[in-house]
């Protein structure tokens, strides 16, 4: 390993401020320190070739940038606990930033792994060029980049660990900001990975640059109350350590003062001055145990520090049964030191204080330890927000902030299945995260076999049954009981299914009932009477129609009356003389149930399907949409058989009425020919001529002595397109021309 960062000999050699060269030469033998036991030769000899050839001589910026670089890979290693892939995705990151090779290449040389958190790292690089702010739309594709490798995060944060530890050299008006910014997303998000370690720091380097005053105030009475603490400390830990010497235990223990920002939240929470902060510090007794004993190891110190001194009951936590979601255990209680005072002693093992400091990313050192699904489970949580695509960016964030700081609540189901969801869920939460049938169908339940509506709020411990009825269906009303963005999204999705269900019910209902009164029903009719009952679509008239809120006899005379209307509204005079029968518009009337498609549809929303493109005179089909809405499709459409055979009750006869109109459709045609210079000249110059045809665009291509063209035009029905198509044909060179 000599000369894994060799490079750096050779690129000091260069004549810059001795501060500067200094700063980077620590950083080097730093990051050398660190990665000395997993650092491949050849991942490192190439880096250095490349340093050696970007970087011939090294200026202030270069020393600088690099400096910061080494850290960050070091504070990764070290106080993370990252790999190889990290390093190496940080080194070259950064040569990437300075333009001197592509991401491209990263692809091509290196792993799949590398690249993609070198990607990651741009992307978010790219992020804070932009915008400074977290309170946009781009915070959202920032937090999808962060979930593509969970690496990216870790790297940031040790990016950000670095950037507050020096942040007393950048501009005073920037070092607030980025407190700020640091306080709000960095040390929650370090909390949410278990990194308590630097948690604690970016919470103490942000209320040290956010409030100054307050922070050196506590910093000073910490100062001078150190000495009659130590001396606590010591005289709690004196008597405990030699009953657990006694009982054959391998451990250290330790007096741990808290955080300046914890204790200034106390402060702030139980509104009183820092005097009357009774737990400043607390005890840990950290285990040398094997995994397979260690819960019992735990429990039994706690046994010996219970019988020394007395526990408070309702301060016991126990994260060793069940940990918390970023991999965290121990177990922590509250006892009643020497002079009456309140002391928290936590308990756990080496391998947990390791997973404490350095968070999910430790578990990888432990073989067995199935760490990484907690990670995947906390971007599961993070996926399930990013995917609501209903949240605007503050509603995003507010769904963000809660899922950052949120606790867990632990229930069973009937059969003694635990689960977990956010503190605050309701039952009708857990009856969603369970699944979205059981969730719909939800009239209430029983915790502990006691009868709870929907809006119970879980607890811990609690036995959950769920109570359904077929009868039961969701409403637009649950969305203020539950909590969880899951429960939210399947709550919208299943009302405007049961919404859907209702419009067809009731489309049924009207058509059957007028087909025995022997009533040929209209579309365009049935519009204009949902408009006159005060419906905003035909959607909800026929979802009132289904609910049995509208009256079908009433409808009936409605709809009768609206013919008689129009039949005795008065008309101009006209001489019969040399009248002609205006048949500008085929009959719009149809015995069977069928969409006439012409300029006079009003009220129904239609779309031509673009799969297909179907334009005036093609055979087609309509197909209703979710929304209530018809896609139009050639019926030999390339889908057609599937939407047929899975939604054919969503399928309903077409036709086009009347002319095409003004209306025009793209069109693409496929022509292959002979590979001529002249056929696209002799093809544009045919199309020009065209009163009717509009030409969009032509791309050729050609090999072998075929050429082959598409064209995109502009046609009014499919009258014109057949005929512009025999016109085509006959072009020379042209072999054949059909419709894409």
Avoid at 325 to 351: A, C, D, F
Avoid at 556 to 567: F, G, M, S, V
Avoid at 620 to 640: E, L, Q, R, W, Y
């Amino acid at each position: 390993m000599h000369y894994i960062f060799c490079i750096f000999t050779t690129l000091t050699k260069s004549k810059t401020m001795n501060n500067e060269k200094a700063t980077f030469l620590q950083a080097y033998q730093r990051l050398r320190r660190a990665v000395q036991p997993f650092a491949k030769k050849e991942d490192i000899h190439q880096i250095k070739q490349l340093y050696i050839h970007f970087f011939p001589s090294l200026g202030e910026k270069e020393y600088r940038l690099m400096t910061k670089n080494f850290h960050v890979a070091a504070i990764a290693v070290e106080e993370i606990g990252l790999g190889r892939s990290a390093v190496m995705a940080i080194l070259l990151y950064r040569l990437v930033v300075e333009e001197k090779i592509t991401i491209q290449e990263i692809e091509k040389f290196y792993s799949k792994d590398i690249f993609i958190i070198v990607k990651g790292l741009i992307q978010v690089n790219d992020l804070y060029t932009k915008t400074t702010s977290l309170e946009t739309e781009n915070f959202r594709r920032l937090l999808l980049t962060f979930a593509e490798d969970i690496r990216v995060i870790f790297i940031k944060l040790a990016s950000r660990l670095y950037v507050m530890r020096e942040l007393k050299s950048y501009e005073v008006d920037v070092q607030e900001e980025i407190a700020r910014e640091t306080a709000f997303l960095y040390a929650p998000m370090a909390h949410r990975l278990g990194l308590y370690s630097i948690k604690t720091e970016l919470e103490d380097l942000s209320l040290k640059h956010t409030q100054a005053s307050i922070y050196k105030e506590i910093a000073r009475k910490l100062n001078e109350t150190k000495r009659s603490r130590d001396s606590y400390i010591e005289q709690f830990i004196a008597p405990l350590k030699q009953k657990i010497i006694d009982a054959g235990f391998d451990f250290d223990i330790k007096g741990r003062t808290k955080s300046i920002y914890s204790i200034w939240n106390k402060i702030k929470k139980q509104d009183t001055p820092f005097e009357n902060i009774y737990d400043l510090f607390a005890i840990r007794i950290i285990l040398n145990s094997d995994i397979t004993k260690e819960k019992a190891d735990c429990w039994q110190v706690y046994s010996i520090v219970a019988d020394m001194y007395q526990p408070n009951p309702k301060r016991l936590r126990d994260w060793l049964s069940i940990p918390k979601s970023n991999g965290y255990e121990s177990l922590h209680t509250t006892v009643m030191g020497p002079q009456g005072k309140w002391v928290e002693v936590q308990i756990r093992t080496k391998r947990m204080d390791e997973i404490a400091e350095k968070g999910l990313a430790a578990h990888w050192k432990y073989k067995g330890i199935q760490g990484e699904s907690g990670m995947d489970e906390w971007l599961k949580n993070i996926r399930e927000i990013l995917e609501n695509p209903e949240l605007n960016a503050i509603d995003f964030m507010d769904e963000f902030k809660l899922n950052l700081y949120d606790k867990e609540v632990f229930v069973f189901t009937p059969n003694g299945d635990l689960q977990k969801l956010p503190k605050g869920a309701t039952l009708l939460d857990f009856a969603f995260h369970i699944h979205t049938g059981l969730g719909t169908k939800c009239v209430g339940g029983k915790a502990n076999g006691k009868n709870v509506t929907l809006k119970y709020v879980l607890k811990n411990g609690d036995q959950i049954e769920i109570q359904t009825s077929a009868t039961q269906k969701p409403k637009l009303e649950w969305l203020n009981i539950v909590t969880t963005s899951k429960a939210k999204n399947k709550i919208r999705q299943a009302v405007k299914d049961e919404q859907f269900k209702d419009a067809q019910m009731g489309r049924e209902i009207l058509q059957r009932r007028f087909k025995n009164w022997k009533i040929e029903v209209e579309e365009s009719k049935i519009s204009r009477l949902a408009k006159k009952k005060g419906f905003k679509t035909v959607s909800d008239f026929y979802q009132e129609l289904a609910q049995e809120k509208l009256d079908i006899l009433s409808l009936r005379d409605a709809y009768i009356d609206l013919d008689k209307r129009e039949t005795t509204e008065p008309s101009d005079y006209r001489s019969a003389e040399n009248f002609v029968q205006d048949n500008t518009l085929q009959d719009t009337t149809s015995k069977e149930d069928v969409l006439i498609i012409d300029q006079n549809l009003r009220g129904i929303e239609y779309s031509l399907a673009k799969c297909c493109n179907p334009i005036f005179g093609d055979d087609v089909f309509g197909f209703i949409t979710t929304s209530g809405g018809f896609k139009i499709h050639k019926k030999d459409c390339p889908n057609a058989p599937q939407l047929i055979s899975r939604f054919g009750y969503r399928i309903i006869p077409a036709r086009w009425s009347g002319k095409s109109g003004t209306s025009q459709y793209a069109i693409t045609l496929g022509v292959i020919g002979v590979d001529d210079i002249g056929i696209v000249t002799n093809i544009s110059s045919l199309l020009s001529k065209e009163k009717n045809i509009t030409l969009r665009s032509i791309s050729v291509n050609s090999h072998d002595g075929l050429f082959e063209g598409r064209i995109t035009i502009m046609v009014g029905e499919l009258q014109e397109l057949e005929n512009i198509i025999k016109k085509i044909k006959t072009v020379k060179g042209v072999k054949s021309v059909q419709r894409i």
